[in-house]
């Protein structure tokens, strides 16, 4: 019922609205809902609804399936996840296949290159097949390591700029007995810095939230 006063009422909160789209699709979310004080709105001099006008629900807490993450370097290959090193090798040949926890929020490769060509080449596909993520010119690189580097919180200075794209003809990718066929994106870039051969490592982090 609505309570009355001498001179007008006091408010009611109306029905909750439709649940929110829920804010993650797998690893646990929230969504909302609300509700006015309109039914009635209060009217000459009637206090304000009573309760909450919003709701919070937690939603789609399933895991998450985790990605793939495949990366070649030539030569010397270091590659870390969120700051912690999950792979390491001195051979040139070498695919690093990595399981990927959903969400990340940074890949982090360290390549040296100790003769000839030099690059980075990487891709992440979903649980389905779908290229969430190639290595290009998005990447950000510097030739001098510096500390945390690889991990999500760390903040780029003037030594990092966009990756150097080498493109997708560079003999590392285009040679048709090529390691580097095996990252099978079909979007993937030979990357490097922007110092090109000048600097031997190459510090690259891709940022993915």
Known sequence: AVVSTQSGHYGR???????????????GGSRKRRRSCSDPAPANGGSNCVGDAEETQECNDQPCEPYTLKVLCDDHTTVYIDGVQKYTD????????????????????KCSDHAGAYGIA???????????????NSWRCAGVEESGWEKPDFIE??????????????????????????????????????????DRTAYCRKILI
């Open 157 to 198: 200075g003037d030594n990092w700029k966009p990756a150097l794209d080498q493109g997708d003809r560079h003999s590392l990718i285009s040679h048709p007995r090529s390691p580097w066929k095996q990252i099978n994106s079909a979007d993937s870039r030979s990357i490097w810095t922007s110092g090109g051969g000048n």
């Open 122 to 136: 990487a891709g992440m596909k979903d649980s389905e097949g779908n290229d969430l993520m190639v290595s290009d």
């Open 13 to 27: 909160g109306s029905d909750f609205g439709d649940w929110s789209d829920c804010s993650a699709a797998c690893g």
């Open 90 to 109: 001195t051979n040139w040949q070498a695919l690093a296949s990595l399981s990927v926890p959903s969400p990340t929020r940074v890949i982090a490769v």
